[in-house]
């Protein structure tokens, strides 16, 4: 019953900005590690961004450090990604991702947004 939708992709152009949703369902979201991924064509998935449960500790990869912001709100079962000064090579399809126990069903992988940053 895991549920995550993503929303907040689409077209940017360098330079801009753009937030990006993930609406968290059937599970404890208050209590897990959310983390965002993102696969552009012809490369492997990575790791953005995580943070923990009460959003005290995060991590980022190094190529988007300084320039993106993972946060959640508990109260509504969402996690964000912030990203500002979007680069060409930040085009991918991004993927909310719970750390949830393999005993709870569902996916715990959305089925992706969009993001385009180009001219």
């Known amino acids: 019953q895991v549920h995550l939708v993503e929303s907040g992709g689409g077209l940017v152009q360098p330079g801009g900005s753009l937030r990006l949703s993930c609406a968290a369902s059937?599970?404890?979201?208050?209590?897990?590690?959310m983390n965002w991924f993102r696969q552009a064509p012809g490369k492997e998935r990575e790791l953005v961004a995580k943070i923990t449960n009460l959003g005290g500790s995060t991590d980022y990869a190094d190529s988007v450090k300084g320039r993106f912001t993972i946060s959640r709100d508990n109260a509504k079962n969402t996690v964000y990604l912030q990203m500002n000064s979007l680069k060409p090579e930040d085009t991918a399809v991004y993927y909310c991702?719970?750390?949830?126990?393999?005993?709870?069903?569902?996916?715990?992988w959305g089925k992706g947004t969009l993001v385009t940053v180009s001219s």
């Open positions: 059937g599970f404890a979201f208050s209590t897990t590690t």
């Open positions: 991702n719970a750390e949830v126990p393999m005993t709870i069903p569902g996916n715990n």
